[in-house]
């Protein structure tokens, strides 16, 4: 494969779909779909010290017009996180929720976030750098419908503490010939849930932890945005652990919707 170049798990034409079954497309939505003017909402959630590449990453591609989807909300866990002060800076609107204990806060953070998210009428949450398991309230409320980007080719390379150059780390001493980046829906694991997109850089002779890193960054803007499109496209389908990429539009038959087929 090309160094870069994005892949789908599945390309399959609409017939398969409809055999799958699902639920009707909302009004509302089929009728934007139609005209072309869908605009997804999203929440992005930000760690406390990241820097927030990947959330300007997605506010520039919606600035531009190459991303259907409006920020409806970011979420930090700290007021003071870099990645929450550039979201303000870019006329984000922001809230911070705190996670609590981990022994006795998931429960109510977990609530806290649904609110947030029902407040702001969230459809597709995007972590962007977010480094915690989501509560499984928050999980079961939005199935298929959470979004990561890993810097690294799951399902090699994933799980707990693999991130930042830790992750790097393991792919160089590794000895792989390529590395990427990996879109995925999220679950109640770490990087286990079905990959969406993935894009590929060669692994050179030399590389370091960061030089790869730095390869690999703008990929993850990209690869990122692309999926997030196709959601707003109505063109992704999660089947337990396999995602299908629906043809665009015209192709499709609008009186099936099933983000999450059983």
Known sequence: ???????????????????????????????????????????????????????????????????????????????????????????????????????????????????????????????????????????????????????????RFGGKGMFGHHVHDAVLVSGAHESGCTVHIVDDQYDTGPIVLQSEVPVLEGDSPETLAARILPLEHSTYVRAIQLFSENRVQVSGDQVTILPPLHEQDLGAFAPYDD
């Open 1 to 155: 494969m090309n160094a870069g170049a994005m892949v789908s798990l599945t390309e399959v034409s609409p017939a398969p779909y409809n055999a799958q079954g699902g639920e009707r497309i909302p009004d509302r939505i089929q009728e934007q779909l139609l005209r072309g003017d869908r605009r997804i909402k999203l929440a992005i959630m930000v760690s406390g010290k990241g820097r927030g590449s990947n959330l300007q990453a997605i506010v520039d591609a919606i600035s531009s017009g190459d991303l259907a989807a409006e920020v409806a909300i970011v979420v930090g866990v700290r007021p003071d996180a870099p990645a929450l002060e550039r979201a303000a800076a870019a006329g984000c609107p922001v809230e911070v929720v705190a996670p609590g204990p981990a022994e006795t806060g998931a429960e109510a953070y977990g609530t806290e976030l649904l609110r947030v998210f029902a407040a702001h009428q969230v459809e597709l949450i995007c972590l962007a750098g977010f480094m915690r398991l989501l509560p499984s309230a928050v999980v079961r409320a939005y199935r298929g419908r959470i979004l990561n980007v890993h810097p690294a080719l799951l399902p």
